[in-house]
């Protein structure tokens, strides 16, 4: 069966930086699509950012713009999410996701959680100002 197993969150400082790792297993990892997400306590789940093999690698401009970055790994099953200049309003837990479906999506749906099929347990990271 498809895992999503996340790593790397953690307690850090504003300023500092994190890199999460989602390594997937049963799926064709380069051809399904990636995505992060995040859930603050009290809120609705928001996309991050995607990697998707159409559409290349999206990031969230209004939240995260010009500090966190999607990459994948094709051989080691994986995809990161280098989260830089990481500010108190970052706090919550990271999710990874995987679209397996080869229908066609757009940009839209791959940013919201209707777009994914499987889903990791999540990694919770906090940031303290």
């Known amino acids: 069966q498809v895992q999503l197993v996340e790593s790397g969150g953690g307690l850090v400082q504003a300023g500092d930086s994190l890199r999460l790792s989602c390594v997937a297993s049963?799926?064709?990892?380069?051809?399904?699509?990636m995505g992060w997400f995040r859930q603050a306590p009290g809120k609705e789940r928001e996309f991050v950012a995607v990697?998707?093999?159409?559409?290349?690698?999206?990031h969230d401009t209004d939240s995260v713009k010009g500090r966190f970055t999607i990459s994948r790994d094709n051989a080691k099953n994986t995809v990161y999410l280098q989260m830089n200049s990481l500010k108190p309003e970052d706090t919550a837990v990271y999710y990874c996701?995987?679209?397996?479906?080869?229908?066609?999506?757009?940009?839209?749906?791959?940013?919201?959680?209707?777009?994914?099929?499987?889903w990791g347990q999540g990694t919770q990271v906090t940031v303290s100002s």
């Open positions: 049963g799926l064709t990892f380069s051809s399904s699509t």
């Open positions: 990697s998707d093999w159409r559409y290349g690698n999206t």
């Open positions: 996701a995987a679209r397996t479906s080869r229908l066609f999506a757009t940009t839209s749906l791959l940013k919201t959680p209707a777009g994914y099929n499987y």
